[in-house]
């Protein structure tokens, strides 16, 4: 009686690590640079810069985690309509470069407080495909 062969993360033939954990860590990765990681957590590490270059105070600085808040909730939905429709794949392909693009805008931001806000709503939108359901 012959035992199953249980396949082996690191392929014996090519010493490589199989598609299953270059998919794993193909999305450790988009997740790492994504909006998740880039938006969320770390908006309290930019908050001081964006304060002492704009002149905002801690309160005005903080409704943009709120607006990025609002704007994730609101398009939720919307994410997981699309990433039914269109598969995981075509929605992160689609989503890195406007995403990417949308956070070097944000250098060429006026000071204004509205245009700061309307960024925090935009960039998540861009990013639609990025958020950790799609890569799940």
Same mark, same amino acid.
């Given at each position: 009686?012959?035992? @199953?062969?249980?396949?082996?993360?690191?392929?014996?033939?090519?010493?490589?690590?199989?598609?299953?954990?270059? #998919? /794993?860590? !193909?999305?450790?990765?988009?997740?790492? *640079?994504?909006?998740? *990681? %880039?938006?969320?957590?770390?908006?309290?590490?930019?908050?001081?810069?964006?304060?002492?270059?704009? !002149?905002?105070?801690?309160?005005?600085? /903080?409704?943009?985690? /709120?607006?990025?808040?609002?704007?994730?909730? %609101?398009?939720?939905? %919307?994410?997981?309509?699309?990433?039914?429709?269109?598969?995981?794949?075509?929605?992160?392909?689609? #989503?890195?470069?406007?995403?990417?693009?949308?956070?070097?805008?944000?250098?060429?931001?006026?000071?204004?407080?509205?245009?700061?806000?309307?960024?925090?709503? *935009?960039? @998540?939108?861009?990013?639609? !495909?990025?958020?950790?359901?799609?890569?799940?």
């Amino acid at each position: 009686m012959s035992t @199953p062969s249980v396949p082996h993360p690191i392929d014996a033939e090519n010493k490589i690590l199989g598609p299953a954990w270059r #998919s /794993a860590f !193909g999305a450790a990765l988009g997740l790492t *640079v994504g909006p998740s *990681v %880039l938006l969320v957590m770390a908006f309290g590490v930019f908050l001081p810069a964006l304060r002492a270059e704009f !002149g905002w105070s801690l309160a005005e600085g /903080a409704i943009g985690s /709120a607006v990025i808040s609002i704007a994730i909730v %609101l398009s939720s939905p %919307l994410q997981g309509l699309l990433c039914d429709r269109l598969g995981a794949r075509r929605m992160i392909l689609f #989503s890195a470069i406007p995403f990417g693009a949308g956070v070097m805008a944000m250098s060429l931001m006026p000071g204004e407080l509205w245009a700061f806000y309307a960024a925090c709503a *935009v960039l @998540p939108l861009l990013g639609l !495909g990025l958020w950790p359901v799609t890569y799940n």
